[in-house]
């Protein structure tokens, strides 16, 4: 790892997010056969916010304003675990997945505070949906984790997502195709899109995500998409490094490699986000539990 | 030798001074008095005890169980008998010459009990004990404890007429085998491997139902609730404490004489019978139990109970039920003479309208409460030690399923006498009672006394304690 | 040397209530004495913690007391040290704390009793930490229990506190005759009541000891089927007995486990399991409970279920890892399981005394009936707020480090071993992971509701911040919980000292097993975004941002009652676990016709142990013993015929005699 | 010399008899009396050539038993007006039945029992068992507290009987003593049944029910 590319990982997180968001929005245009708005549409969304000014519910504190600070904050500190384009990320420690999960509880722990710091009723309820079904996501996320932990007998993120991956692929298809699809639902669930959650539903009383961050206005509201986007980028990334092997090259190849990866993801996501429709909330639940099983079927199979 | 019957002269002298004492108020002392005189003779009796060792062919002698018991019974009564005045000064209705003549000729007999190495000699003592006590427990002279007197009185005597006649089996063991006919314990003893096995077996069935109807085995037991629920706490105290201690004694040389004829085994399963049932009895009864005076009978059944399993294991658990005959009695006279300044104060004895003692009477509610976890076992004090001693017993012989029931027994009556407790101490003082109570010095001094009793020997066994507990085993059990 | 430091340690704590015995009743300087006495305790216990890290080898005294012919011995080892430095240390804290919280003057028919046996409680705990013979251990249990249940029914005119005392005072009977049970046994094997290591025990009876040994620990521990009697008596306790109850007296159930076991030699596999798989169900259970409580203390009180599950799954591991011969499963378990001990310690207790504080200031501990406090109570607020991130094991504090340990020591264990073994260290950090969503959905309800939102009572928004000593409390705990989560490294001698006690044959190397470099590398990295953050709010003047109403969707007289409620946040999750909780719901009647009536929605978690099983087990036979009673219905001559049955049985029982 | 015996015996085991069919107290009273005489002459019969001691002793055996006792026992009843055993809980026909009954099982029983010498001859051992359970039967069933005093001194009775076998154990002081507690038992029992018709009005003991759980 070099202090370069260190660089170029806080960029990309820090920068390339909202063209995530852009892609998925685009791609769920054109599917309705929409011409849609610009790839960089959620870039000028956070300039604008950034000037705007800031006003605050009366019953507010502090709390309020730490949850979007808070979002930002561990969903960069999040991706400093995940190899990106590099072989090894910036921070790797054995156990360090489990870190990585719980730097997400972490932002939702302040999220959903802030949405309760508001004393509205359907700030609450969105605050109540939100950790009802991550507390369901969280053991899926951890499941699937293990299914390459145990194929890698390795501890560390870097580790499970190293040069091998590609191998795996062939000597262990089932787990990590079993892993990968439980991943995917994990992304989708933890990050409040269809079929989990609607982003662009206009009804509180249907959101999950969206309602909680009702209050928030301006720069507030910028970090609150900012690092909403951040954290889709850095799931998007795990579920890219293990679906598409990295090349053996020199690093700008691997970047846009991963980068390329990353974003046809985030196609796949706009796909998925146009065909499928909303799930009723209470079959939610059951979604996630299949996710767990799947990874957990997945552990099975390689352990025995 | 002589010098032994001063130990029963000395209170029954007292008792003729205070029969014929017409000042209401020295009475009192008078007990006091003799319990006093008692504590030097009964000092140099123990420091001299070689002198006083049963001969052969004498009836009286101090085995190294009177020895144990002797000594314990002089500091019970001392506390007691502390508590006399000052019991009687609030009880000045009532004429005190019967009840302080009687208690000092119920000590004397005790002790001649003690002393006593005749078999029939020691049925005397204890007839004359029961007889002695029955004034006592009439002492409120009201419908209740006349009743109490009553059954006290014919369940007892059915009792220790049952005990005669084992006596009478264990001399007919002796004549059946062509021996000279003996009732002399040293001589059973001696010849215990010829006498003959039924008659023996008959004897020690009976002897253990008669003097287990004093001690108050389940099911003979049926007299205690009534009785100490009527009798002054005083009374109960040292029916729980001593009389009781004393039957367990009886049971114990008798039971030595089927050691002696090698014929223990079938001694120690009745007994073990009879200590579990007496523990189940009194868990069942003590659950829900209103009365908290008839509950610290229910308590001393199920102590009973502790002392003959203890005795039926053996070894280190015959230890421990000798080590606990002395903390049960320190531990009951805690809870009776506590119970008695509750009872006093609340007039009452159910938990219907005893209620937050702790706030009325917050000294005597706390020794009341100390005495409920001290008898209950709770380290540190002595019952745990004992108790604890008997379990460990139980286990070294592999006899897990007994540990186990020990120990659930135990834990049931935990349970049921805490409830009672609990709800006497705890909680607010029913109406009109919140007033809180003068709690005289004198009346704590006893309790407070036994109490530290029962703590000292917890956290400390002074060596010529050990010592007399180890020989008294060895002596029940046979061993040199 | 520090052995005895530790016995001055543990006098100063036992004695702390003896100066309150004779100063006036009302006398604030009985608190503050008590107070003083227990952070001295506190000082010499760290004193000999420190001491006993540095220098590792474990000190033996022999008292000049004796009891049945038994010589006492007291010591102080690494796990000895480990333990005795929560319990001084919580207890100081507690006790500093009730200086305002539970003054002499406004407890005067309390205040006395209660200080003595809160330092019982100490001292009777680090007497059993430190004990080193059956007599001694035992003492000082029964001191501990029986203090605790003096301080739980402080107010013991209140019916529900003079309850949950007698449930804890039964359950802390049986787990104390379980223990003598235990001890008994041990005396069996080689007739010694030392406690000291038993290498060449056999299997059969080591499992025996230890299942012994382990309900009695458990039962003070509070492990999910034993935990009966643990919410009534943490709900209904002064607060700050609350908190020692929790840091530290179940932490003592731990002790007991970790010691009995480190005497034996290694157990079984399936011993390993079981342990393991009680701490998953405790873990998960407890959490799901604690989800379903209106009430602020016991939710809490649920948790330390949860966290005593944590620990026990550390403690299976370490078991697992010693009997297969995997040390670093061993060490990682074994290092989790304390580490969370401490850490338990510290934000269970930080959280009890900021309940405390909001019970206190706001008059009522229901959560449904407070919110918005942290305008008013502002540094409780945040310390509340630091304990909650703490138990969720959320970084950068020091929950996440410990359960990062146990997560560690799990998935080694799943790669060591596969199979069944592995199967089971995968549910484990399955179960791990689910007890960390749900703890976070637990406390953000707690803290949401309570310090968030407008207030719901009167008495909630007339509530004022709490006196300078109770926050100064708070704030020592809280600082524990940061330093310890940014610097866990400071733990390692002890931890270290701790292990080798527990296995002698094992050298622990935690450094090398545990990244506690990243660890502190990431929570520097969460404190300084939290600095830059809090540095951009000044920048931005958002304090003096325009304020307005809150958004409420049109509606245009909101009240603060329209608030979501800890029981509807709630709802979607006990609605998930609603075969194991089994949740009473009564259901909302809105009424026939066109107007719906009033109504209101209750719901209700009865403990599945206490209410479900014990209590109507209890009443069954207490209803089967009163039907003995007609045995003695007062008939003098149906006694005289029980004593004909006593002859004819003996004469039975004796017959192969008489025959 | 066994033959006298044996008659005595019989004697005795007739006044089990009527003490169990009959309702008057005072036959009851009478009977227990008579039985105590009897004993004492048996005593003299089997020891009283063997000296002084044993003279006394069983002269003293009849002025207790035969004269004392029942003298305290009726002047009990005469200050309680009482007369007749009322609705005792087993019928008068059924004690009966149950004395013959455990008379006959006393006669069986001792014959299976191990006798040493010429006791095995005598009545001695089945008498002694059957007026103990005598006893037991008036004791269990009987109403009024007097009866159940005189129960108990039946049974006290019965285990004289036994005694009779072994008087060389005894001692005379011994003797004496048991003799001596016997007889203030049935005072203090006397003084008690006393105290209870003052207070309860009624000497039926199963009035006296109040203390129970």
Known sequence: MSGVETAVHLAVILLVPPLLLGVIQRTKARVAGRRGAPLLQPYYDLVKLARKDVVLSRTTTWVFVAGPAVGVATAVLASLLVPFGERVAPLSFAGDLVLFAYLFGLGRFFTVAAALDTGSSFEGMGGAREVTFSALAEPALFLALLVLVTLHGNLSLSGVLGEDTGARWVTAVAPVALASMSLFVVLLAENSRIPFDDPTTHLELTMIHEVMVLDHSGPLLGAVLWGAAQKLFVQSALLARILVPLPDGPAPLRWACFLAAVLALGVVIGMVEATMARLRLRQVPMLLIAASLLSAFGIVLLVR | ?480 | MSVVLALVAVALAGASGLPGLVLPRDDAAADRSAALLLGLAALCGAAATALVAVAGAEQTLALPWRVLGERIEVGLDGLSAFFLLPTLGIASVASLYAVAYWPARSHVRSARRLRLAFGLIAGGAGLVVIARHAFAFLAGWEIMALAAFFSITAEDERDVVRRAGFIYLACTRASTLALFGAFAALHSVDAGFALRARPALDLDTSRALFGLAFVGFALKAGAMPLHLWLPGAHATAPTHVSAVLSGMLLKIGIYGIVRFASLLPPLAVSDGVFVLVLGMASAVLGVAFALGQHELKRLLAYHSVENIGIILMGVGLALLGRTLGHPEVEQLGLAGALLHVWNHALFKALLFLGAGSVIRQSASGEIDRLGGLARRLPLTALAFGLGAVAICGLPPLNGFVSELLVYLGLLRASLLTGGALGLLAVSGVAALALVGGLAAACFVKAFGVVFLGEPRTAAAAGAREAPPVMLVAMALLALACGVLGVAPQLAVPCLEAAIRSFDPGLAPRLRDAAPFGSISIAAAGLLVSVVAMAAWARWRRLRYAPRTVTWDCGYAAPSPRMQYTSSSFAAGLVGLFRWALRPQLEAPHFGAGPFPLPAGLHTELPDPVLDRLTLPAARWLVHASTWFRWVQRGRVHSYVFYILVAILVGFLAARGGLG | MSELLNLLLVIVLLFNFLMLGTSRVRAVIDAAAAQGTLLGVAYLTMHGASGVRALALGVAMIAIKGVLIPRILRSALRSQGIRREVEPFVSFTTSLLLGALATGLSVIFARTLPLAGEDANVLLIPASLATQLTGFIVLTTRRKALTQVVGYLTLENGIFIFGLTLVEAMPFLVEAGVLLDVLVAVFVMGIVVDHISREFSSIDSDELTELRE
């Open chain 2, 1 to 480: 030798m002589s010098l032994l019957l001063l130990l029963s002269l000395i209170p029954l002298t007292f008792a003729l001074v205070t029969f014929a004492t017409r000042t209401e108020r020295l009475r009192p002392w008078l007990v006091l008095a003799a319990a006093g005189c008692q504590i030097p003779v009964v000092g140099f009796v123990l420091v001299s005890r070689e002198r006083f060792a049963p001969l052969a062919g004498s009836w009286i002698g101090l085995d190294p169980l009177g020895v144990l018991l002797v000594g314990y019974l002089s500091v019970l009564f001392l506390c007691c008998a502390l508590y006399v005045p000052p019991y009687l000064r609030l009880r000045r209705e009532r004429p005190n010459r019967i009840f302080c003549t009687m208690l000092l000729v119920f000590f004397g007999m005790m002790n001649f009990f003690l002393v006593s190495q005749h078999v029939g000699l020691m049925w005397v003592a204890i007839e004359a004990m029961t007889l002695s006590t029955g004034p006592l427990l009439y002492f409120n002279r009201n419908r209740r404890s006349i009743e109490a007197t009553w059954k006290y009185l014919l369940i007892g005597s059915v009792g220790i007429a049952l005990a005669l006649l084992g006596s009478f089996f264990l001399g007919y063991s002796a004549l059946y085998a062509g021996l000279e006919s003996s009732l002399m314990l040293g001589d059973l003893k001696l010849h215990a491997a010829s006498l003959s096995k039924p008659w023996l077996h008959a004897a020690f069935v009976l002897l253990l139902i008669g003097y287990g109807t004093k001690m108050g085995l389940a099911p003979m037991h049926t007299w205690k609730p009534d009785a100490y629920g009527e009798a002054p706490g005083l009374v109960g105290a040292l029916l729980a404490g001593g009389a009781t201690s004393c039957a367990f004694v009886g049971v114990l040389r008798f039971y030595s004489i089927c050691v002696a004829a090698g014929d223990a085994a079938f001694a120690r399963e009745l007994m073990l019978g009879f200590g579990l049932f007496s523990m189940a009895v009194a868990g069942v009864f003590m659950v829900r139990q209103r009365d908290y005076k008839r509950m610290l009978a229910y308590s001393s059944v199920e102590h009973m109970g502790i002392l003959v399993l203890g005795t039926a294991i053996g070894g280190a658990g015959l230890f421990g039920a000798l080590f606990h005959v002395l903390n049960n009695g320190f531990a009951k006279g805690v809870l009776f003479l506590s119970a008695a300044n509750i009872h006093r104060q609340f007039d009452s004895k159910s938990t219907d309208e005893v209620r937050g003692a702790l706030r009325v009477m917050p000294a005597s509610a706390t020794l009341f409460l100390l005495g409920f976890l001290a008898a209950t076992g709770a380290p540190p004090f002595a019952p745990f030690l004992s108790e604890f001693t008997i379990l460990r017993a139980a286990v070294a012989e592999q006899r897990f399923g007994l540990a186990a029931a020990f120990l659930a027994l135990l834990l049931l009556v935990f349970i049921g006498m805490g409830a009672t407790v609990l709800t006497v101490v705890q909680g607010d003082p029913p109406p009109g009672r919140e007033r809180p109570a003068t709690e005289r010095v004198q009346k704590l001094v006893p309790i407070v006394a036994l109490l530290a009793l029962v703590l000292l020997l917890g956290l400390w066994m002074p060596q010529p304690l050990e010592s007399a507990l180890w020989s008294a085993t060895a002596v029940v059990e046979g061993r040199p």
